[in-house]
């Protein structure tokens, strides 16, 4: 439970980068009004992570909240063997950090250059306080992330290899959507093998079925890492 005062956080400044954010009004932070996201800036600092950086590592003491502005993230748990299993993938806008316990759940990984603000902890829920409507926007996207690992175990559970990565081309063209940007092509930031871990198959069945979806027109490569989808406009709406 959140009880310190408001009265507690520090003098704000004028300032200027959320306002001018790009990805605000996708963010958490878009229910607040332009005079009063200057005072939540002056609770954020930037974090800047480079290609295989780490945020944060599972189990490491919750001390930060972050919010991505840049880059993309994924984010993976390991077992008590070392294994690792990839659980999403976060983009600009996505919110990260919550946990119920004292510690992370999981570990966040840059898989490209990316940005993030971060926020103290005790100093965000301290914020909460005062405008409580955005604790209520994270409620809704902690939500909607409860809602996409659901759809994740039936697409692990029920779904063939070529069924399951099209879905992931699918939902990674909903999120460029969302973000205001091209959804076809859509661009793969992270590896092959990042996506075979977090649909649970193999790298070689990757390949063949990415081969499959070409062959039969469903997709086109574009270059490297980018997928042109020949599919029905209403499937990515």
């Known amino acids: 439970m959140i009880t310190s005062n408001y009265n507690t956080l520090p003098n704000f400044k004028k300032c200027n980068k959320c306002v001018n954010c790009n990805v605000r009004l996708i963010a958490f932070c878009g229910v607040i009004d ?5 005072k939540l800036e002056s609770l ?35 077992s008590k063997d070392g294994r690792k299993q990839i659980i999403g993938f976060l983009f600009p806008g996505d919110f990260m950090g919550m946990s119920h316990e004292e ?93 075979a871990n977090f649909l649970g198959l193999t790298i070689e069945t990757i390949s063949r079925s990415l081969s499959e979806l070409k062959s039969d027109n469903t997709i086109k490569m574009v270059g490297t890492n980018d997928i042109l989808l020949n599919i029905h406009e209403d499937l990515i709406s």
């Open 34 to 38: 332009h005079q009063d996201i200057n």
């Open 44 to 78: 954020s600092k930037d974090k800047n992570l480079k290609r295989q950086e780490h945020a944060f590592f599972q189990g490491d003491k919750v001390v930060n909240y972050y919010n991505i502005r840049k880059g993309s993230v994924k984010i993976y748990k390991l």
């Open 103 to 195: 510690s992370f759940s999981y570990s966040a990984e840059a898989i490209e250059d990316t940005v993030l603000c971060q926020f103290n902890k005790v100093g965000l829920e301290n914020f909460f306080i005062k405008f409580p409507e955005i604790e209520d926007k994270i409620l809704n996207l902690v939500n909607y992330e409860l809602s996409l690992a659901q759809d994740q175990i039936f697409l692990l559970g029920k779904c063939s290899a070529r069924e399951r990565l099209l879905q992931f081309f699918l939902n990674m063209s909903k999120q460029r959507k969302k973000m205001g940007w091209v959804s076809n092509p859509i661009h793969l930031p992270m590896s092959r093998s990042d996506i």
